[in-house]
């Protein structure tokens, strides 16, 4: 039976600490047909030295200087071979089914050209695991995307045909909400699709996106800039509920964060034109 190559695309920033557990999570896969290409964004602790240290020349490893995450996937992007795509960042894991349980997706049903699956959280220093995304959802992707619904959307988590990939990337100028960018870019070529198998393990407890609450903030008002001037337009109504959805989280985050000031600014932000 016919077993596509998959490619795996890593970008890694002074990942030394997670990124052999990384690795090892694509060594240790059940489907074996796959590349791995690790794009070290310019790091200056010890991550080339573990790269170094694997010799299966799936692995591919590349270094340049610093250019921020969405120019290392871009350049994966480019060097990828694989009829399908899937993404991992050097502080994940990947379950050993996880590539096998997305890709009998995209090979058995050709309507589906986005595979996702089960996200479990894992603490950091206990492993401890707990679901945090069960995607029971079929259908397209773009309405959802646009929403910003969780039906669909948990970060990294899509199995792509690199056919829908095409010439398209990431934008280079968000370092926030830049994945959510690239699938709307794709989101209406194709069915969204999920296994009901563990795709990722999904480190926590030492980093938090919510913790740059301004760097995210300016990311969701790129995002939304982004979504407003894809061709074809969105609907109006696809652009309200973004935009109300940003709205909402943001002013949550500013408020638990304890910048009341902050949540009323953002609460009462008129819409860009």
């Not at 290392?72 to 480019?78: E, F, G, K, M």
């Not at 009998?104 to 050209?113: G, H, K």
């Amino acid at each position: 039976m016919d077993r596509p190559l998959i490619s795996v695309i890593m970008p890694a920033f002074n990942a030394e600490a997670f990124i052999e557990e990384a690795v090892r999570s694509v060594l240790d896969q059940t489907w074996d047909r796959w590349e791995l290409i690790v794009i070290d964004d310019g790091s200056t602790d010890g991550t080339r030295n573990v790269l170094a240290s694997f010799t299966d020349p799936r692995i591919q490893a590349f270094h340049q200087p610093n250019a921020g995450v969405s120019a290392s996937r871009n350049r994966a992007l480019d060097l990828a071979r694989g009829e399908y795509v899937a993404f991992l960042d050097a502080d994940d894991v990947l379950p050993p089914r996880s590539l096998e349980a997305r890709a009998e997706i995209l090979r058995t049903r050709p309507e589906c050209s986005f595979a996702d699956g089960v996200v479990l959280a894992m603490e950091s220093t206990t492993r401890e695991l707990r679901t945090i995304h069960r995607p029971t959802y079929h259908g397209p992707a773009f309405p959802k995307l646009m929403a910003m619904s969780p039906d669909v959307f948990c970060g990294q988590t899509w199995m792509l045909r690199r056919s829908v990939i095409g010439a398209h990337r990431f934008p280079r100028h968000m370092k926030h909400a830049e994945d959510l960018a690239f699938y709307l870019q794709l989101a209406r070529t194709g069915l969204y699709c999920a296994t009901s198998e563990p795709v990722l393990h999904y480190r926590t407890g030492h980093r938090s996106a919510m913790s740059d609450l301004d760097g995210l903030d300016k990311g969701y008002l790129q995002l939304y800039a982004f979504a407003a001037h894809l061709q074809p337009a969105p609907a109006p109504a696809e652009l309200d509920r973004m935009w109300k959805r940003i709205r909402r989280v943001m002013t949550r985050g500013y408020a638990k964060a304890g910048r009341p000031w902050s949540a009323l600014r953002t609460w009462l932000r008129r819409r860009p034109q």
